[in-house]
């Protein structure tokens, strides 16, 4: 794949990446809550140790990573409109890739395995990429999706969640991305000529045992939160707060995974 702009995704608009430092604690929160889910999910297909992997949207790497590790004798390509969280000499199979997955393309048959977790939500053209990313499989090669499906905000028990994440999920909305698109996923992938689908969801845990996953993504989406007048500095303090409750717990959205095999023939 070969650079280029980016199209209008949060990421571009500057609600997302902009600010490295951020970015950086907010993909760390990321890893934290989602990979112990995320391997399972992959330790779950017949891996093999010589599979050529894809990972799309690679963020600081953890993923990239773990599947370097379990295919030695393979090679993984981590691609990222910004790859300043990757360590390319992490592993000698490791191939690191600046690029804008909806401006490029790979051979068609490429990989034995490709996975994404939080990207397609973002992209404007998440539908048609599923159908590009399962062109790049090779013959029995497998998609793994892993999206977003944000609950309700007014469904909160807790006033100030209710405010803070409606904020949340309209500038979201407002920047292009869609929050619970996720649930078309197996349909897209089973559209896609795909085999085999089949999905798992993972409740995501707001306060409690994961009381630092919420802080780094509302802190940096707060610039524009308050500049639309959505919350307020005392409401951000409040949630701040109410993170260190011990009696705090909500689930603010499920983690929606879904997986698929390209057929032999
Ligand atoms: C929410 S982060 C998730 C990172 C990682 N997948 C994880 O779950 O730990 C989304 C990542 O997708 C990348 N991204 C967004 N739009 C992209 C695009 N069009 N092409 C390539 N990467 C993109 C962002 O730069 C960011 O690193």
Request: net charge negative; hydrophobic share 40%.
């Amino acid at each position: 794949m070969t650079p280029h702009q980016p199209s209008n995704t949060p990421y571009s608009s500057g609600l997302l990446g902009n600010d490295a430092a951020s970015e950086a604690d907010r993909l760390a929160s990321i890893q934290r809550s989602v990979d112990a889910f995320t391997t399972g999910i992959l330790d779950g297909l017949p891996l093999d140790t010589s599979w050529n992997c894809l990972e799309l949207g690679a963020g600081a790497g953890s993923v990239a990573y773990w599947l370097a590790g379990r295919c030695p004798e393979g090679r993984v390509v981590a691609v990222d409109l910004d790859t300043r969280h990757l360590d390319a000499g992490r592993a000698a199979n490791l191939e690191v890739q600046e690029a804008d997955i909806t401006r490029g393309d790979y051979a068609p048959g490429r990989f034995d395995l490709i996975h994404a977790r939080y990207l397609f939500c973002h992209l404007q053209e998440r539908d048609d990429m599923i159908a590009q990313a399962a062109r790049w499989l090779s013959p029995g090669g497998w998609l793994v999706i892993e999206e977003p499906y944000h609950l309700p905000a007014e469904t909160s028990p807790f006033p100030l969640v209710r405010r803070i994440l409606d904020a949340y999920q309209r500038t979201y909305r407002e920047h292009g991305a869609d929050m619970t698109w996720a649930r078309a996923l197996p349909s897209l992938l089973a559209r896609s000529a795909l085999t085999e689908v089949a999905f798992a969801a993972n409740p995501g845990c707001m306060g409690g045992l994961d009381k630092d996953r919420w802080l780094p993504l509302i802190s940096q989406a707060a610039p524009a939160l308050l500049a639309d007048g959505l919350v307020t500095e005392a409401d951000l303090a409040g949630f701040a707060a109410l993170l260190k409750d011990p009696a705090f717990l909500d689930i603010p959205q499920i983690t929606l995974s879904a997986w698929g095999r390209r057929p032999e023939r």
